[in-house]
């Protein structure tokens, strides 16, 4: 399939088991979420939340049960099509020694230096560049060791949302920011996110942010789910 999913997302009975390692990090595990929904994957560290979004990006292959956007099979899509249908920020940041500017638009080359700004506003990371010296043209070291830890993140966002992908693919991506930052992020996002699908995974939920639904995982399957309100 070479069009990118629109953002109805389902994981079928899926039960998943790490090769090499042996590690069963999925059992069983359903969840459809509809074009268009946000939904909040909380859980204690180890219950397979990672593996959500390593399933979703075909990072490993699906062995048991399906995994479907919209209604097909996740490996019948051509696989840059697929991962660049996902606007993912992974829980392990990778920054180049490179500039912020660089940085940012390895999410997609072909944006323009408005875009790249845009979204470092969305990611509250455009007063913190304003602050350094050489601005966008800083170069952020190896791994990004003159970031703070948050900073990183927010890079990251900020190249995530240059991919202006119909799904949104958190995972932990505002751990290290404080809960004031986080709301002017969530408020910065609101035009942004309509219409598209959005999966956070999350230790700490978002108090500011009304999920369509919130799932609770417990040793790779769902142990509750609900709205904030019914948790
Ligand atoms: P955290 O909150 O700490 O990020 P998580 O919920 O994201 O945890 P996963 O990363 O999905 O948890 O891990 C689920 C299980 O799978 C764990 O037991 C982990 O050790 C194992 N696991 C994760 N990644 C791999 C891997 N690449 N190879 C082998 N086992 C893995
Ligand atoms: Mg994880």
Known sequence: IATP????????DISFTYPHTGITALR???LHVKAGEK????????????TLAHMLLRMYDTTEGALELDGHNV????????????AYAPQEAYLFSDTILNNIRF??????????????????LDKDIAGFQQGYETVVGER???????????????RALLKKSNILL??????????QTEKTILNNLGTY??????????????TSWAFDKIIILDNGNIAEQGTHDEL
């Open 28 to 30: 069983h595990f359903s």
């Open 75 to 86: 490996n019948r899509y051509d696989l840059d099509i697929l991962r660049g249908g996902i």
């Open 107 to 124: 999410g997609r080359a072909s944006a323009t230096e408005a875009e790249v700004k845009e979204a470092a506003r969305m990611a509250d």
């Open 5 to 12: 999913p629109a953002g109805d997302v389902h994981f079928n």
């Open 170 to 179: 958190l995972d932990e991506c505002l751990s290290a920011v404080d809960t």
């Open 144 to 158: 990004g060791v003159m970031l703070s830890g948050g900073q990183k993140q927010r890079m990251v966002l900020a």
């Open 193 to 206: 996110l309509q219409g598209k699908t959005v999966l956070v995974i999350t230790h700490r939920i978002f």
């Open 39 to 50: 939904v909040a994957i909380i859980g204690r560290t180890g219950s397979g939340k990672s």
